[in-house]
């Protein structure tokens, strides 16, 4: 993963996000990360401010899914860039990742340091 933009962190596992931020303050980057445990609240965010932003999305969610935020932004006309962020073992969740022009890869949980490069602007 390289991104220069600031970080989202959609997951529904407090846990799991604790770990991805701590993952991501260990690497020293200035950079904005926010985090939501629901998907429709990170949709509505990026409604409002834009879609500049790098999102680190679990799949497994309940209320929204994040199959179902990535078509909700396709529809809303949104692409941040996303990257799929999960501990599914669906060779299909692989795959359906090329139908999307902004969704850029799949990462397994749980995150290292080694799957990210940051770029600083």
């Known amino acids: 993963m390289k991104t220069n933009r600031p970080i989202i962190i959609i997951d529904d596992d407090p846990v799991s996000i604790f770990l991805t931020r701590e993952i991501l ?14 998907a429709n609240r990170a949709l509505h965010f990026l409604n409002e401010k834009g879609d500049n932003y790098t999102i680190l999305l679990d799949l497994n969610m309940p209320l929204m899914s994040g199959w179902e935020f990535v078509n909700s932004c396709v529809e809303q006309k949104l692409s941040p860039e996303v990257y799929i962020l999960s501990s599914s073992v669906n060779p299909r969740d692989i795959e359906r990742i090329d139908q ?22």
């Open 100 to 121: 999307y022009d902004f969704v850029r890869s799949f990462l397994s949980k749980p995150l290292n340091p080694e799957m990210l490069e940051i770029e600083q602007s």
């Open 25 to 38: 303050n260990s690497l020293e980057i200035e950079m904005e990360v926010l985090a939501f445990e629901d």
